[in-house]
């Protein structure tokens, strides 16, 4: 079994900057992908930024050039620093990886729980 924690989510004004974490841990023999997903109040869930295992980004139109996202494979974790936020930036951020699992090798996708970052105006 594989778990996924995020932290580093809060309250912040606007023009402000947060920093998310995700650490994955578990029967891991590798992580694939990894990113980092939003989800608005009555929103669908969205991308945000993707990182793969060698380091190629991806992200939304709407965080190019405020958002970074990095990882460190070593400790099987990624990174979304959050800067020059805005109230529409508002949502709970999930975490995803893609994992390759010790026993099984097989490509599984872990979610976690998620983290609530809130932009005040």
């Known amino acids: 079994q594989v778990q996924v924690v995020e932290s580093g989510g809060g309250l912040v004004q606007a023009g402000g900057s947060l920093r998310l974490s995700c650490a994955a841990a578990?029967?891991?023999?590798?992580?694939?992908?990894m990113g980092w997903y939003s989800q608005a109040q009555g929103k669908q869930r969205e991308l945000v930024a993707g990182?793969?295992?060698?380091?190629?980004?991806n992200y939304a139109d709407s965080v190019k050039g405020r958002f970074t996202i990095s990882r460190d494979n070593a400790k099987n974790t990624v990174w979304l620093q959050m800067n020059s936020l805005k109230p529409e930036d508002t949502a709970v951020y999930y975490c995803?990886?893609?994992?390759?699992?010790?026993?099984?090798?097989?490509?599984?996708?872990?979610w976690g729980q998620g983290t609530q970052v809130t932009v005040s105006s």
């Open positions: 990182i793969t295992r060698g380091g190629r980004t």
């Open positions: 995803k990886v893609s994992v390759r699992t010790v026993v099984t090798k097989s490509l599984y996708d872990y």
């Open positions: 578990g029967s891991i023999f590798t992580i694939n992908a």
